[in-house]
């Protein structure tokens, strides 16, 4: 069992050589446990911590906390929500994809949006830098469907599945994203409201 953090190496083969990458883990893929200590956790902490900076230096140390805390819990919860889907939207198309494969895509598509979401350091009060950003990170975070198109391929699913499965896929994870960052706003807000 592996436990040691991504390595800047990993994420580099993951990025460049999508394929072999993806062939090489899904062989054998790791436990969802070990998945989240070597590859959720710290990549999602990113994210947190971009949060975290941007409210200490907008706000206050008590909002960077839990507006922190509350995008860790998001990062998190999109990644669980993905993994489940994923075998249960691939069933609609009567395609299986085992749980161990679907947690190892679903961290492996999901690291072109952690690293992205460096950019959240950026402060709101530019609308068009904060704009540019946004964007960026949507854009950045779109190559985690060729990532899932890799697997796909690499988990032998049928090539007439793949896109209409990779479609449902990005408008399940879309929607799912919206609704949980919704709920973690919520409840930031309403906890910086009770706290101040």
């Not at 995008?71 to 939207?89: C, D, E, H, K, Y």
């Not at 985690?144 to 988990?155: D, E, T």
């Not at 699913?157 to 709920?183: E, Q």
Request: proline share 5%; hydrophobic share 60%.
């Amino acid at each position: 069992m592996k436990w040691v953090f991504v390595t800047p190496g990993e994420i580099w083969a993951l990025l460049r050589q999508t394929q072999a990458f993806l062939t090489d883990r899904l062989d054998d893929p790791d436990a969802p446990r070990t998945l989240i200590v070597t590859f959720v956790a710290p990549l999602a902490a990113i994210n947190c911590i971009a949060v975290f900076v941007r409210s200490l230096i907008v706000e206050s140390l008590l909002a960077g906390f839990i507006l922190g805390i509350g995008t860790f819990a998001l990062q998190l919860g999109v990644w669980l929500s993905l993994a489940i889907i994923l075998p249960a939207i691939a069933r609609q198309f009567h395609t299986t994809i085992e749980d161990d494969h679907s947690f190892a895509l679903a961290t492996y598509a999901s690291v072109p949006m952690w690293l992205a979401t460096i950019l959240f350091v950026i402060p709101d009060d530019y609308w068009l830098v904060s704009l540019w950003a946004r964007l960026a990170i949507f854009g950045v975070s779109t190559f985690g469907l060729f990532i899932l198109q890799r697997g796909f391929v690499v988990l032998d699913v049928r090539p007439d599945v793949r896109t209409p499965l990779l479609v449902s896929i990005a408008i399940a994870y879309a929607a799912g994203y919206a609704l949980l960052s919704m709920l973690v706003g919520l409840t930031a807000h309403i906890l910086l409201y009770i706290l101040t």
